[in-house]
């Protein structure tokens, strides 16, 4: 078994609204996933010596200059690197 810590501040801002697009017939579905995005922006995560948004560790690539930002090229590289074995 590995571990990876981490510590989780939520920085909500008042007021923040957003929209879900519904493009299928999962309307449920679609929604539900518009407010985990609209809401994981919002939450930062400290990994090591690094603090990031939760929507950048979700996807990476979509994030990549928010990583790129915090000195971080290779966003997988540098969490496969903080793994601790125990």
């Known amino acids: 078994m ?3 810590p981490f510590q989780r501040r939520g920085i909500f801002s008042s007021g923040s609204s ?3 697009i519904i493009v299928g017939n999962n309307v449920h579905e ?3 996933e518009a407010i985990i995005q609209n809401i994981e922006t919002e939450i930062e995560i400290t990994l090591g ?3 990031i948004h939760l929507a950048a560790i979700r996807d990476p690539e ?10 971080v090229e290779d966003p997988y590289e540098f969490l496969v690197g903080l793994v601790e074995a125990r």
């Open 18 to 20: 957003d929209a879900a």
């Open 30 to 32: 679609e929604l539900v």
């Open 2 to 4: 590995n571990r990876l």
């Open 49 to 51: 010596d690094k603090t």
């Open 62 to 71: 979509h994030w990549s200059e928010d990583w790129e930002a915090i000195g």
